[in-house]
């Protein structure tokens, strides 16, 4: 490994002269499968992601009764025996963190309200499949978000930092500076690096500045080769996804009989087809709570990619303060409320009828890039400028397993650059001959 420079402080701690400094942007399984690998190589990881807990996109929802958790996002994925990623997986399931997901999957055409459970329906890419036995999700009560903060246990607290939103990048040709900010701290400097690590193209995306009103970090480097990284990373095309989550705690009546007003729902994961406004409902009962997460089409989305939901970190940010939305409050309001009628209509064709008013919820909650495009010039390494991408949008096998696969490979390309003298950049982990420019699903 070779000599770095003289050592400086990280977040408050020294960080010995041989030991690599590494920041990963984003909490999500990418970044969590990247950090993971570099800590277990023996080099100085920080994670920093503006959401409160782990997960990104298959993280979890959680208020102020600590039992009460809804996945928002992904709540299962497949992971083939072949996977990058199945060891992982295996030595999460056995660690008690995951487990094979054995759900009910069901079909709804809401034009004829006519409900079928043949075949699987691929959570990661909406599609019509048959997986036998090779879907996992999180053992009992546990979000997935556990399976990201299970990855990185090892890393000391003060190195994964929640809730924190990066506003600028400094490049000066042999380190990295991180500027940051939080909800209750103005933008500081967060600590200096030997390696960055982006599992979102958002950080030298226009998206950026739309949403938050500062230039996208990776831009204006004085380095010119920072142009052509721009350029990647603004190529992505994504879709977004609104999702109201809302969940019904257990009733005393419930505890005692062991029944409850939803033992006779006929599925845990419903595609809809043919409507408008849903595209998924996906329940889940655990700590006595009774979860629905409801993803909207992506043309809903579409329809609606302003509105950011209050109770989103992003909101906070914005200085709008807890429950009030990015652009404003009527507009999360309309968009929540048809969202969770189409929700009751699609729920009535399945002969389910809410008992009572939620709990929790319903809440809205907006995936700004549930669907990305993988650059036609992805280059996810490039060892001169010490600068790394990973995430599901520089995967073609997308889905939880190809973002997992990426971070892999984004940190295995690290560890193998630290062992020699700088290169050019390192190209795509794609297959020869494969459309770059190809659509790819994602996470919803």
Not at 378 to 399: K, N, Q
């Amino acid at each position: 490994m070779p000599v770095l420079p003289d050592p400086e402080v990280v977040q408050g701690q020294q960080v010995p002269q041989w030991m690599p400094r590494v920041a990963v942007i984003g909490a999500g399984v990418a970044g969590s499968a990247c950090a993971a690998t570099l800590q277990r190589a023996g080099m100085a990881v920080t994670i920093f992601d503006q959401g409160r807990g782990p997960g990104g996109r298959a993280g979890s929802r959680t208020s102020t009764d600590p039992d009460m958790r809804i996945d928002q996002g992904c709540p299962h994925f497949d992971c083939s025996s072949t996977s990058l990623f199945r060891p992982e997986v295996d030595q999460l399931v056995s660690a008690g963190v995951l487990k094979k997901w054995t759900g009910i999957y069901r079909q709804l055409d809401d034009s004829t309200g006519v409900m079928t459970d043949h075949g699987v329906v691929d959570p990661d890419s909406n599609s019509m499949t048959h997986f036998a036995d090779e879907l996992f999700g999180a053992a009992d009560a546990m979000g997935l978000s556990c399976m990201c903060s299970q990855l990185f246990e090892s890393l000391p607290i003060r190195n994964v930092r929640y809730g924190t939103q990066v506003t600028q990048l400094k490049w000066n040709g042999r380190h990295w500076t991180v500027i940051g900010r939080t909800e209750k701290v103005a933008a500081r400097d967060l600590g200096t690096f030997d390696w960055l690590v982006c599992s979102t193209f958002a950080l030298g995306h226009p998206r950026f500045q739309k949403l938050n009103k500062l230039p996208p970090p990776l831009c204006n480097q004085q380095d010119a080769r920072f142009t052509s990284v721009v350029k990647m990373c603004s190529s992505v095309e994504s879709s977004p996804v609104q999702v109201v989550l809302l969940a019904f705690k257990d009733s005393e009546a419930d505890s005692v009989t062991g029944t409850h007003a939803f033992s006779e729902l006929p599925f845990d994961t419903l595609q809809v087809r043919n409507s408008e406004v849903v595209e998924r409902v996906i329940y889940t009962h655990s700590n006595g709570y009774h979860n629905f997460a409801v993803h909207s089409t992506n043309s809903f989305g579409v329809a609606h990619a302003d509105v950011v939901g209050g109770e989103s970190v992003r909101s906070c940010l914005a200085g709008k303060g807890p429950r009030a939305a990015v652009g404003s409050s009527s507009a999360e309001a309309s968009t929540r409320d048809i969202l969770f009628a189409a929700f009751l209509n699609v729920l009535g064709k399945t002969g389910v009828v809410l008992p009572n008013d939620p709990d929790y919820g319903p809440s809205l909650h907006r995936w700004g890039s549930a669907f990305n495009t993988v650059p036609s010039d992805l280059c996810p390494v490039s060892p001169d400028l010490r600068l790394a991408f990973c995430g599901d949008w520089t995967s073609l096998t997308g889905g939880v397993c190809g973002s997992a696969e990426s971070g892999l490979e984004a940190a295995a390309a690290i560890i193998e650059s630290t062992k020699q003298p700088l290169t050019a950049a390192v190209g795509p982990h794609l297959p020869s001959g494969t459309d770059r420019s190809e659509k790819v699903p994602r996470l919803s």
